[in-house]
């Protein structure tokens, strides 16, 4: 069975930072690098959004929302079947539930963690 682990969450000041990881469970042990991984946020009051991507096979390449860009870092591990989300300068409009998911033709996803910013 396909599943997609995210610690990380949690609360954090405005302007700190937070890094969210996803782990694969053994189920993509021969195929992970494959998979597209990316992080996702449902804000209150909005439609869900992509955060950021990585790509799979060799090319990797990452992809960023302008809402957060220069402000994350999308990084993978194959070997460890792990996606990070390093966000920095965290501001409360980042508040919100994350999910990360795996795409390589099919998608599968995690339950999501949430990530508060305030005061």
């Known amino acids: 069975e396909v599943q997609l682990v995210e610690p990380g969450g949690g609360l954090v000041q405005p302007g700190g930072s937070l890094r969210l990881s996803c782990a694969a469970s053994r189920a993509l042990i021969s195929t992970f690098a494959m998979y597209a991984m990316n992080w996702y946020r449902r804000v209150p009051g909005k439609e869900r959004e992509i955060v950021a991507s990585i790509g799979g096979g060799s090319a990797g390449i990452k992809q960023y929302a302008d809402s957060v860009k220069d402000r994350v870092a999308i990084s993978r591990d194959n070997d460890k079947r792990t996606v990070l989300l390093q966000m920095h300068a965290l501001k409360d409009e980042d508040t919100g539930m994350y999910y990360c998911?795996?795409?390589?033709?099919?998608?599968?996803w995690g339950q999501g963690t949430q990530v508060t910013v305030s005061t």
């Open positions: 998911s795996a795409k390589w033709g099919i998608e599968y």
